[in-house]
């Protein structure tokens, strides 16, 4: 599962759905922490850039995670089984197409806040940052329990199909 194989002509890339929402989630909260690491050190006021902080985080996270699409989705949402034919990516290279736009765009967004001097700007984006991470630990966490609970591994297409491979 570590290893991509070579593509055939036509076979979908898939991601690994558990690793990639875990290591995505530790990446992001890891990344939003280190932004207002840097935030503060730049001089923004700690107590308004605390809350800032914590009012984007929980925001982002409640609305990711209860947004009514997401619950469509998974209503409609059929699982077929994995394509014999599938690439599994590797899951470094799962995180790297995953953290494009949203999380690049973010830290982008931060960095430029801060050269700016905008700190209370540069806290709440860097908590957006940390909420997308929260919601996707949350996520993987839901799916590692599901895995656990059917006996199967979950995988994502690249237009948001989910495909199921049974444990050998």
């Known amino acids: 599962m570590g290893a991509s194989k ?10 690994p759905l558990v690793s990639t929402a875990l290591l995505l ?13 840097v935030e503060e ?12 902080f914590w009012v984007g985080a929980l925001g982002i996270a409640v609305v990711v995670l209860n947004d009514p699409r997401r619950r469509l989705a ?8 994995l ?17 494009y736009p949203s999380t690049a765009g973010l830290v982008v967004l931060v ?22 991470g929260v919601a996707s630990l949350v996520s993987g966490i839901g799916f590692l329990l599901r895995e656990r609970r059917s006996g199967c591994e979950y995988y994502a ?6 495909y199921v491979r049974e444990h050998a």
Not at 10 to 15: I, R, Y
Not at 25 to 37: E, P, S, T, W, Y
């Open 6 to 15: 070579r593509a055939e002509p036509g076979a979908p890339p898939v991601l």
């Open 25 to 37: 989630g530790c990446l992001r909260i890891g990344l939003g922490a280190a932004g207002f690491v």
């Open 41 to 52: 050190a730049a001089g923004a006021p700690a107590g308004p850039a605390v809350a800032t």
């Open 74 to 81: 998974r209503q409609r949402q059929t699982m077929e089984p």
């Open 83 to 99: 394509p014999a034919s599938a690439v599994v990516m590797m899951r470094f290279e799962a995180v790297a197409r995953a953290v």
């Open 111 to 132: 960095g430029i806040s801060v050269g700016l001097g905008r700190g209370l700007l540069a806290a709440l984006l860097c908590g957006f940052l940390a909420g997308l």
């Open 157 to 162: 297409g690249h237009g948001g199909e989910i």
